[in-house]
């Protein structure tokens, strides 16, 4: 399997801290990058600032964004990355502990390719993040097909 880039972006340390170890145990062929806040984010994405070297920081092909984030909101880079023709069809997972559904609605609309509540029992992180990584990162998924 080809190796891809998750960009996480989370500043809550015990959500950084599960999403890890999950992803160690995961996946040993892909790569997480983890930035803290919405900014950063976005300096990522574009490859600009301290994240200009893109050997060192790929682009990703799949993005975990929390909403509640310092600087800008998971909401406001969400309509930022949509906005960026390079973008348009990088899958963008919401991975939130909101399950408010005025959340989960305002972000579909705004272009979240999924929306996914943190389970309460962070030791069940594994099998969320198992599904999200076979479901965006497989051979094949999120190749766009002629309409």
């Known amino acids: 399997m080809i190796n891809k880039t998750v960009l996480y972006v989370e500043d809550d340390e015990s959500d950084v ?6 992803f160690e145990h995961l996946s040993a062929s892909h790569c997480l990058r983890i930035v803290r806040n ?3 984010a976005m ?26 984030l310092p600087g800008k909101r998971g909401m406001e880079v969400l309509e930022w990355i ?6 348009q069809t990088l899958p963008v997972v919401i991975f939130t502990a909101s399950d408010l ?13 999924d929306y996914i509540v943190k389970p309460a029992d962070m030791n069940k992180v594994g099998e969320v993040l198992s599904s999200i990584l ?7 998924a999120g190749e766009s097909k002629a309409v």
């Open 101 to 113: 559904e005025f959340d989960r609605r305002k972000n579909m609309e705004r272009g979240a390719t």
């Open 17 to 22: 801290f599960f999403v890890k170890r999950a």
């Open 82 to 87: 949509r906005q960026q023709e390079q973008f």
């Open 38 to 40: 919405g900014l950063d």
């Open 134 to 140: 076979d479901r965006f990162l497989r051979p094949g």
């Open 43 to 68: 300096d990522y994405l574009n490859g600009s600032g301290r994240f200009d070297d893109r050997q060192r920081y790929p682009e990703p092909s799949l993005v975990l964004l929390d909403l509640k």
